[in-house]
């Protein structure tokens, strides 16, 4: 939504096609944030409603920041000291057609290791890096979500990598 | 092109044919590679935002509420009355029963994801609804156990028990033979009020009353791999197993074929005449087909 006729977004029209536009990007990011106990769609949902009684004062190009912004930080008044827990999801990634049992103890093992090192990255670091890794988001749309440099999204993500493969690679 | 340039650029699905070349050949490629794939598996749930957006609009549709106050107090008797009643006729005696017939063999999943394989013309038994405070089962014929970690875990058989934490056996109880193999951990052997502690790789067998303690150099049973393996076990043993695997049955003249004889040897489940003939070869003896009957004679 670039540019808008309308002046703000107050009209249901608008708000809808703003949920349908911008809801799983918010709710992506809160889970990749803070993880799955958290209830990311109420989240969501308390954002828009902020944005709604809110409406007059907000403008369709600006809709998206404002959303980031509230979701945020209604997340951190919640989050304070928990910590994060991503679970592994239910749904089998298929990558090999042929597993042995040790193959899939193995790969058990490292899938802990990994969950571990996860939760050992920076909040910022971990989002820009699952976005990317998990939904396939470039670098300029992590950046347009975040409201940061399309270069710090490049710097958080080539950092987690790395972090992600020294914990990996030890032992 | 600068490695950190390179790594930042295949992130962004921005490389060129030549860079992505030259990428892969960068030593930590496949840990990257790993890492991207694993990554996957922490995809965030399903989101479906139509569905999102009609539970905030219309909140009414989810919560429907009507007043059950008169009611509540006779739905609730009538419930523990019915709940109470289901409870005992399903769950007190929850009694679960699974058998392999001849020349067939049943993969399991017990209620705490341990692992059972059981071999042809044998049962197993468990109490389902009792499960978590024991994790008890009774065998009879020959079955694999994979053994999640927990409580203890206890495999009766009309010859003796096993009992272990958490581990990997295989237990053989057929008339006159009891057989335990540990794969993994430690299993224990309780039969006639004797108690034996079998590491890793250590066979025991009970065969006849006797005791005899052996050692295997494999990971897991022979029969997971379709195949039989005997070691110096008589020959009867061997024919008995044939005929589980098999839907045959084998006929001779006892008089002239000593069934005591040992055999060491092994044979497949896939091909019946394979099978016959790695039996029959070592100990000179012929066998003839006629349907489901296999006879066997001495070579003369």
Redesign the interface.
Known sequence: MSKSLFKNVCDEQVF?QL???L??DL??FI??KFG?HFN??DK??EA??KLWNNCENVTPEKAKSYLFTVINNISLNDAKHKKVV????EKK?K?YTNENPEFLVEEKE??KK??NA?SKLTEGQRVA??L?????K??KEIAEMLNISRKAV?KR??TA?EK??QD??EI | MKKEDLISKWLDNDLTHEELEAFKKLDAFSSYNRISNAAKYFEAPDFDPEESYETLVRPERRKKTTNYGRYSMRIAAVLVVVLGTAYFLFFQNQEVSYYAENADRINLSLPDDSEVVLNADSRLTYDKGDWKQSRDLSLDGEAYFVVSEGSKFTVRTDQGEVSVLGTQFNVKARPGFFEVICYEGLVQVDYNGTSVKLPKSHVFKLYNGTVVNDRTDFSEPSWISKKSFFKSAPLQQVLDELERQYPISIDYDPTNIDTQTIYTGSFSHENLETALQAITIPLNLTFQTDGEIVTLKKNE
């Open positions: 809808s949920y349908k536009k809801s799983k709710h992506d889970y990749y799955g990311p769609e969501v949902q828009f409603l991503l679970k592994f999801r990634v990558t490292y899938l990994f969950e996860l890096f699952l990317n890794r998990v939904e396939g470039r670098h490049e993500i080539y990598l992600l493969r990996l690679d």
